[in-house]
């Protein structure tokens, strides 16, 4: 129950109405017995920045949450720890005296849920689908898994082409590349299928027939889903990320329990 | 439940852990229809300005209701209705395009409570104590109700003074004087009692004994409270106050239902 000591996590995203996990964080927080509230927070494109000044205000705010797409402007507005900055890209702040510390937990959680759900990445051919805030930290966290190949394709090549580099720099010897290519594992990054949103992120011919598929929008019937399945292809979806991260949130905002 | 497409309403204070009734705002939003939260907004003192300029980038933001001690700067950051140009203080803001609408509610709250509890002040003596931003509120409202004589006391003379001189200007002939009196309703709209203060707001002997106290602290027993039914009155404290102002709060943030 909401109550006057209780502190805020707020998730800041836009659009926003499409988020979910919020009796998942509700019941996580309330069991871990910290008194606080997980809630949206409806902040537009490039309004990140004075959101974050205005919140300095709040002294019962216990954390932010970024989402799509405000990663990459949370990751210029804090200290980053070492996985933010792997990926230049945070998705979880907390108020320090000095300003913001951030972190970013979608690689750790990506990992915890390919691993639940038995979607291989090591020796296997991986690609990945969006160069984005989310897709930078999946990239280095399936590096760490030494794929055979990592292709990085998003519609905006700089951004493709600059994470392909990141990567290899980070990962010397690993086969990075900014394109579209044949795969074992197929990840989707990007935002595409969101919502009510009924586009493949990809064509899908390209969808490996009995691969595996990980689709990081948090909807059990994406368009890629729906087809990955029909291909015969082991399946996930967002929702075991947002999970994984939920008691790693706990942890960064809240400490040892 | 709270969900993405959740609007705040964010009760801005400090301190802000003693302050109650997120249940009853919780359940009145519900029964209204109106997918809502409300969350307590641990807002320092002098920084109630710089908050609200984050707060624009809210945009799920319904609304922020002001307490102490944040009313008087509510009301100098918003384009007052006719009962905050009265008060001179703002209790409740909503967004508007070219900035902030304020109302104060504390007046029609407090007539709709002490009515409800059959505290007379029409024709009767009526002391009041706090000059703050309730109390401002609060005076008008007893005014409105011609008592035969209006007393403000407040430790800072120069706040019961001035408010004294604008309840005059308001209701012309109304005897008003800034002092401490003898009184038949006495109405403590100062914050002493909050928390666990356990100080009077006044010296027990100006408790007029079988007459009528309402205390604005949202506790039911204050001392001042536990005073006055030792000393037979009629008495009612803040949550009726606050529960009256809910219903006015849903109309004036979500409109008409």
Chains 1, 2 share one sequence.
Not at 12 to 28: L, M, Q, S
Not at 101 to 123: S, Y
């Amino acid at each position: 129950m909401i109550g006057g000591a209780t502190r805020l996590v707020m998730l800041a995203g836009d659009p926003i109405g499409h988020t979910k996990g919020y009796a998942e964080y509700a019941a996580a927080l309330a069991s871990a017995g910290v008194d606080a509230a997980y809630v949206p927070a409806h902040v537009p494109a490039g309004q990140f920045a004075a959101f974050l000044d205005g919140a300095r205000n709040l002294r019962n705010l216990a954390g932010i949450v970024a989402t799509i797409p405000h990663k990459r402007d949370a990751f210029a507005a804090c200290r980053p720890d070492a996985a933010a900055r792997r990926a230049g890209s945070a998705n979880l702040l907390r108020p320090a005296p000095d300003g913001w510390e951030g972190t970013m937990l979608d690689g750790a959680g990506f990992l915890a849920a390919v691993d639940a759900a038995g979607i291989p990445l090591g020796g296997r051919r991986v690609q990945m689908l969006g160069a984005g805030g989310a897709g930078r930290a999946v990239a280095m966290a399936i590096a760490e898994r030494r794929p055979s190949s990592l292709a990085i394709a998003d519609p905006d090549a700089r951004r493709s082409e600059s994470l392909a580099a990141d990567v290899s720099r980070e990962f010397p010897g690993l086969p990075v590349a900014a394109h579209l290519a044949e795969s074992d594992t197929l990840v989707n990054c990007s935002p595409i299928g969101m919502g009510t949103d009924m586009a493949l992120p990809v064509r899908e011919a390209m969808i490996p027939d009995g691969g595996a598929v990980y689709d990081i929008v948090n909807r059990a019937d994406t368009p890629l889903i729906l087809a990955a399945k029909r291909r015969g292809c082991v399946t996930d979806h967002g929702r075991s990320m947002m999970l994984a991260q939920v008691q790693m949130l706990i942890r960064y905002l809240f400490g040892a329990r």
